[in-house]
Nanobody
Framework: EVQLVESGGGLVQPGGSLRLSCAAS????????MSWVRQTPGKGLEWVST????????TYADSVKGRFTISRDNARKMLYLQMNSLKPEDTAVYYC????????????????WGQGTQVTVSS
């Protein structure tokens, strides 16, 4: 069974930092790119960042570029998101996401999501 479990969210003041973690199990973690996606009531789902399976390639949404850093530890099957210089508009539920091979699904990929972790940036 595929499981993605996020942790590390919380309340932080503007300008502060948080590190989110995602523990993965039930699939070959090192074979897949991984992503962070966030959701707010007003904006809906917003892609934040993706890291390649080996961790060499990373991409970021313009809204977080230069402030957030995605990383992974394939030996520990862990995904991370270091968030610095946090802004109130970063307030959201953050999800860890994996798109795993499955021919039954459109594009041959099935999305898996964690339960999410709440990040609130407020003074």
């Amino acid at each position: 069974e595929v499981q993605l479990v996020e942790s590390g969210g919380g309340l932080v003041q503007p300008g502060g930092s948080l590190r989110l973690s995602c523990a993965a199990s039930g699939f070959t973690f090192s074979a897949y790119a991984m992503s962070w996606v966030r959701q707010t009531p007003g904006k809906g789902l917003e892609w934040v960042s993706t890291i390649s399976n080996g961790g060499v390639s990373t991409t970021y949404a313009d809204s977080v570029k230069g402030r957030f850093t995605i990383s992974r530890d394939n030996a520990r099957k862990m995904l991370y998101l270091q968030m610095n210089s946090l802004k109130p508009e970063d307030t959201a539920v953050y999800y860890c996401k994996a798109d795993l091979s499955d021919r039954r699904y459109l594009g041959g990929r099935r999305p898996y999501w964690g339960q999410g972790t709440q990040v609130t940036v407020s003074s």
